[in-house]
C-alpha cells in the first residue's frame, strides 16, 4: 500500500524555538497533505490541508503564523511549529491520498510526531 | 456542519463476545464513512469504508441513513482486534476532501 512517512518521531524542544516536522510521500506523489494534531486520549484535530505549489488552508481557530506550513514538492509537506510553548506538545499526524488509486478516498497515515515542549 | 459521534470512550468485552462499537453522524451531504483503527504502536489504518460493503478481519459496518449511525460490528471478538477504533467521515470532493474523526472507542478483549 501507499507509504506516508513522518521525521522524526519524537522531538524535545525549549521554549521558544521553533521545531519542523517533515512528512513524505514515500511511492506516491501526493498535491494535497493534510496535519492532524491529537491531544492524549482524544480524536484527530484537522488543523491544516497543504497543498502543493500553493498556500495551505487552515481550520479554524489555527493560527498561521504559529504553524506554518509548505508543501514544496509533491512527495513532501512541512510542518513548522514557530515559537515553542508547552501548550503546543501533542502528537501530529500527517496524511495524504495517493490520486493514482481507483476510488481515491482512503487516506494514509504518518506514524506521527510527539512533540514535547520544556 | 459535520459531526461524527462515538459515545463510548471505552468498550471491553471477552473473547467470543459479540462486539458493536458505534458511530452517529450528522451530514447535509451524501455521506461516505470509514472506520479507522490503531493498534499499539502502529499508524492509524484503514479497516473499512461503507461503499466497499466488505468484511474485514471479520468486521462489518453498515450505513443506515435513517438513523444516521454507521456502527462497526464482529460476531466473535478477538484479542488481536484490541485497538483504538475511530469512525470518520468525509466530506468534500477530490483529493482536497477533509475526514472528520469521532472522538474514538478503545476496543478492550480479554480472555
Known amino acids: 500500500g501507499a507509504v506516508v512517512s513522518q521525521h522524526p518521531s519524537r522531538v524535545i524542544c525549549k521554549s521558544g524555538t521553533s521545531v519542523k516536522i517533515e512528512c513524505r510521500s514515500l511511492d506516491f506523489q501526493a498535491t494535497t497533505m493534510f496535519w492532524y494534531r491529537q491531544f492524549p486520549k482524544q480524536s484527530l484535530m484537522l488543523m491544516a490541508t497543504s497543498n502543493e505549489g500553493s498556500k495551505a488552508t487552515y481550520e479554524q481557530g489555527v493560527e498561521k503564523d504559529k504553524f506554518l506550513i509548505n508543501h514544496a514538492s509533491l512527495t513532501l509537506s512541512t510542518l513548522t511549529v514557530t515559537s515553542a510553548h508547552p501548550e503546543d506538545s501533542s502528537f501530529y499526524i500527517c496524511?495524504?491520498?495517493?490520486?493514482?488509486?481507483?476510488?481515491?478516498?482512503?487516506?494514509?497515515f504518518g506514524q506521527g510526531t510527539r512533540l514535547t515542549v520544556v | 456542519a459535520q459531526r461524527v459521534t462515538q459515545p463510548e470512550k471505552l468498550l471491553s468485552v471477552f473473547k467470543g463476545a459479540p462486539v458493536e462499537l458505534k458511530c452517529n453522524y450528522s451530514?447535509?451531504?451524501?455521506?461516505?464513512l470509514f472506520w479507522y483503527v490503531q493498534y499499539s504502536r502502529q499508524r492509524l489504518q484503514l479497516l473499512l469504508r461503507h461503499i466497499s460493503r466488505e468484511s474485514i478481519k471479520g468486521f462489518t459496518a453498515d450505513l443506515n441513513k435513517g438513523e444516521t449511525s454507521f456502527h462497526l460490528k464482529k460476531p466473535f471478538a478477538q484479542e488481536e482486534d484490541s485497538a483504538m477504533y475511530y469512525c470518520a467521515l468525509r466530506h468534500g470532493t477530490g483529493t482536497a476532501s477533509k475526514l472528520t474523526f469521532g472522538t474514538g472507542t478503545r476496543l478492550q478483549v480479554t480472555l
Open positions: 451530514y447535509s451531504g451524501s455521506p461516505e
Open positions: 496524511s495524504a491520498r495517493d490520486p493514482s488509486r481507483r476510488g481515491n478516498t482512503e487516506a494514509f
